[in-house]
């Protein structure tokens, strides 16, 4: 990667969405890195990490500052001499699933591509549909579903309310028998973008939860995505 031949990049956006992307190996990551690929592995507002102001700063406004920070590391990146600014998507799970969602939905033109795998597309469906053991702590963080104005909200930053702004290329993936974000949040957005024909990919496996923990389950996602990002990315 140089002025000379620039890379394309990926956001990584991690869930949570009180996570936090750290130092270390990641298979995944490297993977990329050394197929050409420069990563920015960020903590938006609501990581963990920096203290309990930053952790609570992302509560009840989702889709403002948290989804401003992956606008702004997609700043970043294209600010950088050896990134070729044109050829930069964003990847999530869970959490980060929605943002890579919403940054598809609301700030389309900044990106080349998203990677969803277990993300929420509807707050409000999300809300009423998780398992009842977590409802009203999800409640907590995103908003209580039950009172207008905050339905209001959470409708107007949920990607599946807008899906004739999504106008790049989305990979979705989700595991049938989640109970934290059920399969219907990807099979609702995947069903909008297919009527208007907008590129989708979608995998969903039958035996996985939220996450896809087997080992050959989990290959091949990560190769399904990495044909994904080199179809979007790459060409």
């Known amino acids: 990667a140089t002025a000379g031949q620039k890379a ?26 050394n ?6 592995g960020i903590n938006n507002r609501g990581s963990s ?15 403002r500052e948290p989804l401003w920070d992956c606008v702004e590391a997609k700043k970043y990146l294209s600010s950088l001499p050896y990134v070729d600014s044109k050829r930069i998507g964003i990847i999530g ?21 998203a990677i969803d795998v277990v993300g929420i597309s509807n707050f409000v469906t999300f809300l009423t549909n998780t398992e009842s053991y977590r409802r009203d702590l999800r409640r907590v963080e995103y908003g209580d579903e039950r009172d207008p104005e905050m339905r209001t909200f959470l409708e107007k930053i949920s990607p599946l ?28 957005i995947v069903a909008k973008l297919k009527k208007q024909k907008t590129p989708v990919w979608f995998l969903m496996a039958s035996d996985e939860g939220h996450g896809f923990t087997k080992k050959s389950n989990a290959d091949f996602l990560f190769y399904s995505m990495i044909r994904f990002v080199e179809e979007v990315l790459l060409k």
């Open 8 to 33: 394309p990049a990926l956001v990584w956006v991690h869930g949570g969405p009180g996570g936090q992307t750290r130092k270390g190996y990641n298979a995944q990551i490297q993977y990329l890195v």
């Open 49 to 63: 990490g920096y203290g309990k102001t930053f952790f609570t700063a992302d509560d009840q406004k989702h889709g």
């Open 93 to 113: 799970g869970s959490y980060g699933g929605y943002m890579a969602l919403a940054v598809s939905t609301h700030y389309a033109d900044r990106i080349a591509g």
């Open 35 to 40: 197929h050409g690929y420069v990563v920015l």
């Open 161 to 188: 309310n807008h899906p004739e702004k999504i106008k790049k290329p989305l990979f979705v993936a989700h595991g049938k028998n989640d109970p934290r974000v059920p399969v219907t949040e990807a099979e609702q």
